[in-house]
């Protein structure tokens, strides 16, 4: 890793293993399937996170931006192994190119029925990174922590449900649900996060609401 001292309060949380507690009951684990997601930091000053936006044909969350991952398979050696092969099925990154730093704890996902764990690692953001199927991913995009810290580029979302949660607004991406916990949760591990007005809620914007 060539700057160990950017990441050094992330790896100091991540060996504490963090609690997942303040999020809520209903993001216990359930055991009932389990799924895991990847997020990938460049190696700089100033990481870079990686997300995709996935295909609008999907059945479940079509359109939302999310992090890369999938379900666990009978034949992944571990949550890592299953983080890092859905990474390069859906863009195409080499998993030998990424140092895994840690994880987050296992969160429940009512629609979806999975236990999701969030898998961390670091890159040197060399590769070209795209969509390998169209039918799954529709895009790759990659936002800096500064970005996703700014006070400019956060907000409250707020499902029809009344469901209400951090979120993020990235030019035409909004950022919302499981993915923008992970995001508003490693921020705060990682010393990142910066103040901002948390009463400022907004709807989610119709094309990113597919449940």
Do not use: C
Request: glycine share 10%.
């Amino acid at each position: 890793m060539r700057h160990p001292e950017v990441f050094a309060p992330l790896l100091t949380a991540l060996a504490a293993a963090p609690d997942g507690r303040h999020l809520g009951a209903l993001r216990a684990p359930r055991g009932e399937r389990s799924a895991a997601v990847l997020m990938l930091f460049t190696d700089e000053p100033d990481p870079a996170l990686t997300f995709v936006t996935r295909a609008e044909t999907l059945r479940h969350h079509a359109g939302q931006v999310a992090l890369p991952g999938g379900a666990v398979d009978d034949d992944d050696v571990d949550v890592v192994h299953t983080a890092l092969r859905e990474a390069q099925e859906e863009i195409g990154l080499p998993p030998a190119a990424v140092t895994p730093i840690g994880s987050l704890p296992a969160l429940w996902v009512p629609k979806s029925r999975f236990d999701v764990t969030t898998v961390l690692g670091v890159w040197d953001g060399a590769h070209d990174l795209r969509p390998m199927d169209p039918g799954e991913t529709g895009a790759v995009h990659r936002y800096r922590v500064s970005e996703l810290a700014s006070a400019e580029t956060r907000r409250m979302s707020r499902h029809p449900s009344g469901f209400v949660g951090p979120a993020f607004v990235l030019g035409g991406d909004f950022i919302w649900g499981l993915t923008a916990l992970l995001v508003d949760w490693t921020l705060e591990l990682g010393g990142w996060a910066l103040p901002w007005n948390t009463s400022d809620e907004v709807p989610i914007p119709a094309r990113f609401l597919n449940d």
